[in-house]
């Protein structure tokens, strides 16, 4: 029996990376497509927010 060469003994993980990469990508295609749905059907239900909150000057701040 021939040695397994080194691509032999990788291309399992390969596909394995390769299928869990798409399965990955595909679940945040349908997930992200259905979160900007949502946002676009109501777009009053999200403030913008100009600055961040520890920047609002009616904070108290404590040093």
Known sequence: MPAASPS???RPFLWLAAIGFAVGFL???LLGGGAQALTRARPEATP???E???MA???PREV
């Open 8 to 10: 032999d003994i990788a």
């Open 27 to 29: 679940g945040y295609l």
């Open 48 to 50: 913008a927010v100009t």
């Open 52 to 54: 961040p909150l520890s």
């Open 57 to 59: 000057r009616d904070i």
